[in-house]
Nanobody, 112 residues
């Protein structure tokens, strides 16, 4: 059973940066498609970014040019580098191993 553990969330001022990490247990990470999603208070969970096993990436329009998803297969870890953060980026960020495995989430708060 694969488990995902996110870390790296916190409080940051508008315009700041954070890097989220998602560490996966198990030995099938290399062939996995991984994604980040987020859920703001009172809103539905939404897609943020995805990376395939070959490194192809895609992003939600709202984060394109500001966020970068990457992976380190040797460390079984996927990252989300978030730059130029805005208050609207405030949410709980979840890591997903497609199709159905989710982490517990990490809180990101963007506020002055």
């Amino acid at each position: 059973q694969v488990q995902l553990v996110e870390s790296g969330g916190g409080l940051v001022q508008p315009g700041g940066s954070l890097r989220l990490s998602c560490a996966a247990s198990g030995n099938i990470f290399t062939n996995s498609v991984m994604a980040w999603h987020r859920q703001a208070p009172g809103k539905q969970r939404e897609f943020v970014a995805i990376i395939t096993n070959t490194g192809t990436t895609n992003y939600a329009d709202s984060v394109k040019g500001r966020f970068t998803i990457s992976r380190d297969n040797a460390k079984n870890t996927v990252y989300l580098q978030m730059n130029s953060l805005k208050p609207d980026d405030t949410a709980v960020y979840y890591c997903q191993k497609l199709p159905k495995t989710w982490g517990q989430g990490t809180q990101v708060t963007v506020s002055s």
